[in-house]
């Protein structure tokens, strides 16, 4: 009787302490996986080094592709798009469309980590906690060193990466953070009336402006700062505007087949993204590719 109750008290320890260490186990790998992922509801900006100048980035949420985060970065001359994704392995970026990936980091974090960031290179974590100040604000990060010409990278979790360097002098760096617009509303009648918050008439709105739009409610589109536009049969929201840069943009119909092409740099106004295709309305789509521009 004595021996039994040692082994019943024995497992209860048993119990209690399992649970304790699943518990401490389960919030260490919280942890260790926090988002490392830009913040699809914000719209980003980097300085960067560019022909010995500095120039600026934007980068922009366009939508869930593949499992992932796809964003396009913008600058006065170029853009490209990146797709995101993390899981309880790894944070990957690379371009969509030609396959090409690099694992920006491996989970749990430790100092020292080494792993084969792509089939070049491999990659190490040197600090899991180096300050970095910038104009959008400072970061506690986490520096991974590739063995390219000593480049580095700064990833802060729920903001994605703050800096990056080449080893050579060059840089990229988040200069600001803003709240994103995620659709525009287009005005297609002269005479429509932009509201205060207090509901006074702010302005008059002429034909083919296309506003910003922040929230939509039941009745209006928030313009920003609580200014809005209400909605009625003259105003048309929509997602963004897409131009094919190279080449021509070719729409299908919802049954797959080819339905119309436009030309290189003509736009065609996107309502949404989804399964990597951009919706151009009555179920007609553009499958996302690379030469595709995608402005909000």
Do not use: C
Not at 90 to 95: H, K, M, P, V
């Amino acid at each position: 009787m004595k021996n039994k109750k040692i082994v019943t008290i024995l497992l209860f320890f048993t119990l209690i302490f399992t649970s304790f260490s699943a518990f401490l186990s389960a919030d260490k790998a919280s942890a260790a996986t926090s988002s490392f992922l830009m913040d699809t509801k914000k719209i980003y900006t980097y300085s960067f080094d560019y022909k010995n100048k500095k120039e600026t980035m934007t980068a922009s949420f366009t939508g869930k592709m593949n499992n992932g985060d796809l964003w396009n970065f913008q600058t006065k001359e170029f853009f490209f798009n990146e797709l995101q994704i993390q899981d309880n392995e790894s944070l990957r970026i690379g371009d969509p469309f030609d396959n090409t990936w690099s694992k920006e980091l491996m989970f749990p974090l430790t100092a020292g980590k080494q792993w084969k960031s792509s089939e070049s290179f491999t990659a190490k974590i040197i600090s899991l906690d180096t300050v970095v100040k910038t104009s959008a604000g400072t970061f506690k990060t986490v520096v991974i060193d590739h063995g390219v010409q000593n480049g580095k990278s700064y990833y802060a979790p729920g903001v994605g990466l703050v800096r990056e360097e080449d080893g050579v002098g060059q840089a990229r760096e988040l200069t600001k953070i803003s709240n994103a617009h995620y659709g525009r509303v287009l005005i297609k009648q002269a005479g429509i009336k932009q509201y205060t918050p207090k509901g006074a008439v702010h302005k008059t709105l002429k034909k083919g402006e296309a506003l910003k739009v922040f929230k939509e409610n039941a009745d209006s589109y928030d313009v920003g700062n609580g200014y809005y536009v209400k909605k009625e049969k003259n105003t048309l929201f929509f997602t963004g505007t897409i131009y094919g840069t190279e080449a021509p943009l070719s729409v299908y119909s919802s049954n797959g087949k080819l339905f119309k092409k436009f030309a290189i740099d003509e736009p065609v106004r996107a309502y949404g993204f989804k399964d990597g295709k951009f919706q151009v309305g009555g179920g007609y789509y553009v499958p996302a590719a690379d030469h595709i521009l995608y402005e909000r």
